[in-house]
């Protein structure tokens, strides 16, 4: 490895979100890649991004990428759905570094687990009125997809309202996923194209598997996008990290709640967020 | 009437929200005074300010104003609470014209409505976390206020499922209403600080009923402002306009969802909104 190399090698990944939900990709990124150093960014101070139109998602899923390639990231990856789903074209044509988003990750841990062919999309309504999930999906041949908007899911994940047991949680769930099955009965794959589901996988799961009558496999983005980061950087230049333990540096555009919230996504302590205007 | 006075008094009147919510108000507002033309702004870009920080909330507050006051208003209306509880004194130090909040509104409904003097008070985070409501209704000795953030009731309000029956909208108001009793039992009035509430008033009511085995008063700010503006307006400049219905110009910064959603507010069908950066 050359010097030039190294040093290449040690800058940061960026990850940003709308929110504080995209620290379930720092989480699977310092999993699968625990050398990297890591810059997250949360726009909490205009969070949510999936009630909005695609053109305020998509300037403010610029600026977002702009703080982080000032910060030199080697690898930028959009953790919001929304943002995925709205603005990729125009976040890759504005970064000099290789961007990767939530969909196709996601869409391919959902092709690796259906069997039937039949896969259900739940996320914001941006996410789902985008379409980028069929479009993703329909690279296989002989894949239908249902998708629906959820939107009580973020606030009660937030709440923590998210023992498969709560009462408010199964009868939003079951709701949903209702409406979902009937779409689409043969449905044995579904997908949280958001964030702040995976904290509701349990209510999800189960409630999934009561209306079905089986078990319906439960994907999610997270851990796809890690995967997907591992091998960016083993292609060629932005090499891959070795050794200590990452950094990690968090930014957000509001404070509100962050320390409350932050770590159930993160999975440990957050240390602290560091607030910055856009 | 001087022409003076002429011109001053077809000087529009400024609202805004964080969102549509807000549009309730301008309803109150149009029905109490049929004569005056409504300048309205939604945030919807940035909305909701409920989670947010007051820093947050304050600078987006001020933004809004900043648009209604360059229209040449002659009186401004916050309906949002969460911007009424955190930033009316800087909405006031800024602005040359009178500004009006929704707090001290809604605390006067509350304090005429009340028999025990025990007040519940819910609304957003932003607005809970304040105590604006608590410093407005301290102000007749021997209140008690318990107060409650209510998250998932906007959602709930955007998703229309608000009938008195539905299944999830009672196991959600059955949640957060039980948490306001369980803290005082004998509240006999509640407030809804939050513009979104008002949509849910049906079911609030049946389970504020239910749980508290006798009727429970639910107010809210949108006709006190109203006639808060009414006052304001008689007091001299600026004066109350005269003649045939009012203009209504509606403006967001996003407009995603506004043609379905903001007639369900306004109660009566919302020509247009036009599209402004802030």
Redesign the interface.
Known sequence: MTSTDVSEARRPIGVFDSGVGGLTVVRALRARLPGEDVVYLGD????PYG???P??VERYSLACQAFLLARDVKLVLVACNTASANALPALRAASPVPVIGAVDPGAESALAATRSGHIGVIGT??TVRSGAYERALAARPGVRVASLAC??F???A??G?TDAGD??AR??AR?YLGELFARDAAIDTIVLGCTHYPLLRGVITATARELAGRDVAIVDSATAMAEAAAVALRRGPPALAQGERGALACFA?????LDEIAPCFLGEPVTSFELVDL
């Open positions: 909490t101070a205009r969070v009630s909005k139109s053109r305020t309504l941006g939107p009580l973020v606030p009660l937030e709440e309202w009462a408010v009868a939003v709701r555009t509001d404070t509100s709640r």
